[in-house]
């Protein structure tokens, strides 16, 4: 069974700083999708990144980076110049390839952006 | 595109009711999954539906049911409820296309907030 962790359950950065948050993951697939998650307080779901197992290349989305090692298992996030509104319940997300639809989710890293 | 619609957005029941809750897919989307939040729990898994029928399911008793209709909208049930059943219940719709290329993303609703008394 895949297993997801999230060792750090708070963090807080200065606004305009960079922040990198822990993801590792248990599984003996080969194929799979990793996904990062932020979850506001106004509780909705909104997707921040994603990586495709079979990609060395790390995802990039503006100012949010992933750092993808699959052979340590681990799928760190990174924010730089974090804003206020980057404060969130960030998840880390496994899924397997070929149609499972399932995502194994981490229980999260809260982060505070301080101004 | 619209996104992912939950109704009711808050729901108050008894010990023992029953309750559905529903969710509209974003348009075009074939796979609904249903998610359990709570504090102690995070996130779990409760089922995925694609073109009308389960294929996937979580670690969850046999009250917890779901279905899906033919224009992709899910409903998920939960009959006699209990105390530990309070809960946010999100969906997730994915356009799920054999092509792949990102169509396994999945894309949350606001949740439904379940409070059991």
């Known amino acids: 069974a895949q297993t997801v962790t999230q060792s750090q359950p708070e963090m807080s950065v200065q606004e305009a700083e960079t922040v990198t948050l822990s993801c590792t993951y248990d599984?003996?697939?080969?194929?799979?999708?990793l996904f990062w998650y932020k979850q506001p307080p106004s509780r909705q779901m909104i997707l921040v990144i994603r990586?495709?197992?079979?990609?060395?290349q790390n995802a990039t989305e503006n100012r949010f980076s992933v750092n993808f090692q699959k052979a340590a298992k681990s799928f760190s996030l990174k924010i730089s110049d974090s804003q206020l509104g980057d404060t969130a319940m960030y998840f880390c997300?496994?899924?397997?390839?070929?149609?499972?639809?399932?995502?194994?989710f981490g229980t999260g890293t809260r982060l505070k952006v301080l101004a | 595109k619209a996104g992912v619609t939950q109704t009711p957005r808050y729901l108050i029941k008894t010990r023992g009711q029953q309750v559905t809750l529903s969710c509209s897919p974003i348009?075009?989307?074939?796979?609904v999954s249903w998610y359990q939040q709570t504090p102690g729990q995070g996130l779990q898994f409760l089922f995925e539906?694609?073109?009308?029928?389960?294929?996937n399911k979580g670690n969850f008793p046999g009250r917890f049911s779901g279905r899906q209709f033919s224009n992709s909208r899910s409903e998920m049930n939960v009959s006699t409820l209990e105390l530990g059943d309070s809960a946010l219940y999100l969906c997730?719709?994915?356009?799920?296309?054999?092509?792949?290329?990102?169509?396994?993303?999945?894309?949350f609703g606001p949740g439904t907030r379940l409070t059991v008394l």
């Open positions: 539906y694609f073109s009308e029928t389960q294929r």
């Open positions: 997300a496994f899924m397997k390839h070929g149609g499972t639809y399932k995502y194994i």
């Open positions: 348009s075009g989307h074939r796979s």
């Open positions: 599984t003996s697939e080969n194929n799979y999708y």
């Open positions: 990586q495709e197992a079979y990609k060395q």
């Open positions: 997730a719709s994915s356009l799920a296309a054999s092509s792949g290329g990102g169509s396994d993303t999945q894309y």
